[in-house]
Every structure is written in C-alpha cells, then in structure tokens.
Nanobody, 116 residues
Framework: QVQLVESGGGLVQPGGSLRLSCAAS????????MGWYRQAPGKEREWVAN???????IYAASVKGRFTISRDNAENTVYLQMNSLKPEDTAVYYC??????????WGRGTQVTVSS
C-alpha cells in the first residue's frame, strides 16, 4: 500500500512564499512522474506542475515563472516552491504520483490560503 502525505500549506499574504512537500511511502518500487494539482472552492481540480523521473518539468501557464517543482528520488519526495503568491492561488493542493507500473496515487491535500 502506498501513502502520500502533503505538508507545508498555510496562510500567507499576497506576494509571499510557501513550500509544499509530498512524501511517498509504502510498497512502491519506482516513481515515473510526480505532480501537483489544486482545487479552489467551487471549481474543478486543475493541474499545476509535473516533474518526470529524469527531472524534466512542465508547468501550467498560470504558475509558470512563480512556482518551481522539484523531487528527491532517494526520499520519494516532491516539492513545490511557490513564490509571488496571489489570492487566486488559494486552493487545496494535492500531489499525485504515477508509479513505474503506471498506477496513480493521490495525497489527501493541503490547504493554501493567500489573503491579506
């Protein structure tokens, strides 16, 4: 069984920064892709960023240049550094991994609130 645990969310003022972490544990041999999604109140979940096994990264247009995704393969952990945060970044942030056998796993989410 694989578990993902996110951390690092909280309340921050506009223009501020937060760093999210997501650690995978359990019976997982390899991780192909790691990514972050978010869901704002009343909206559908949307993709934020992905990082591949060789650390190629891709970003949604809304966060490109402000957010940075990274991973520690030895620790099975993915990070999301969020800078220049805006009120519209307020959402529950979820991590997702795709194992080497193409199975998807989701975390339970961490709340990020950007407000003055």
């Amino acid at each position: 069984q694989v578990q993902l645990v996110e951390s690092g969310g909280g309340l921050v003022q506009p223009g501020g920064s937060l760093r999210l972490s997501c650690a995978a544990s359990g019976s997982i041999f390899s991780i192909a892709e790691m990514g972050w999604y978010r869901q704002a109140p009343g909206k559908e979940r949307e993709w934020v960023a992905n990082i591949m096994s060789r650390k190629t990264t891709i970003y949604a247009a809304s966060v490109k240049g402000r957010f940075t995704i990274s991973r520690d393969n030895a620790e099975n952990t993915v990070y999301l550094q969020m800078n220049s945060l805006k009120p519209e970044d307020t959402a529950v942030y979820y991590c997702k991994i795709i194992s080497g056998s193409r199975i998807q796993y989701w975390g339970r989410g961490t709340q990020v609130t950007v407000s003055s």
